[in-house]
């Protein structure tokens, strides 16, 4: 359960901005509507909020919203999120699932978000995940796994190893999509290694659900 915020703390000591906890999404969500704390609230078309079950089995966490994304105010609606969303129905773990992102707002040119960016929007995505209470995250993405977890490794280094978030278990994958750049399905590509961890999660779940 997301209910400490140490691991926030140690990694934000110079962030102005403090940790609320609001005592619903709705309220989370209205504040990230009007969110003013970076450069990005003055470019967006809207703000990106999460979407899915509201006490899911599975939390993905994302990079940062894209054009589509941007234009819907939803996370992980364009092509890359449709391609992870057919992978999780492919392992069956599309039944309870939350999507969100590291940040609300879309960097311009879909470029990474920064390191300000990051720190100004983190504790809505910590308090998010402490309402919604998930079992498992998923990681999509270097960007993301640094974001919430503060390993800086290649995600090449970080998939299919679990991490800790709290007492919550993490798997890093690949962003999907570096995935519908590399589409081979051979042993050892990333889409071949991402099935695993994604198997991987779900054996985890089901040993998770037992107890």
Request: hydrophobic letters at 35%; a positive charge; aromatic letters at 6%.
């Amino acid at each position: 359960m997301i209910e400490q915020t140490q691991l926030f703390d140690c990694q934000s000591k110079n962030l102005t901005q403090k940790l609320t906890f609001y005592s619903s999404l709705e309220k989370l969500n209205r504040a990230c509507s009007n969110c003013d704390r970076c450069s990005l609230s003055q470019k967006r078309q809207q703000v990106v909020i999460g979407r899915g079950d509201l006490q899911p089995d599975i939390a993905i966490v994302g990079e940062s919203p894209g054009k589509q994304e941007d234009k819907t105010g939803q996370p992980f609606v364009g092509e890359s999120g449709m391609f992870l969303l057919k992978m999780l129905k492919a392992v069956q773990l599309d039944s309870s699932v939350y999507f969100t992102n590291i940040i609300r707002c879309r960097p311009p040119d879909n470029r990474k978000p920064s390191a300000e960016e990051i720190k100004a929007c983190k504790p809505y995505l910590i308090d998010e995940l402490r309402l919604i209470e998930p079992k498992i995250i998923i990681c999509a993405g270097a960007t993301a796994v640094a974001g919430l977890t503060g390993k800086r490794e290649s995600i090449t280094s970080l998939r299919g190893k679990w991490l800790d978030l709290e007492g919550t278990a993490v798997m890093p994958i690949f962003h999907p999509a570096y995935l519908l750049r590399n589409p081979s399905l051979e042993k050892d590509s990333p889409k071949w290694q991402t099935w695993q961890d994604l198997i991987a999660v779900k054996l985890r779940l089901e040993q998770t659900l037992k107890f």
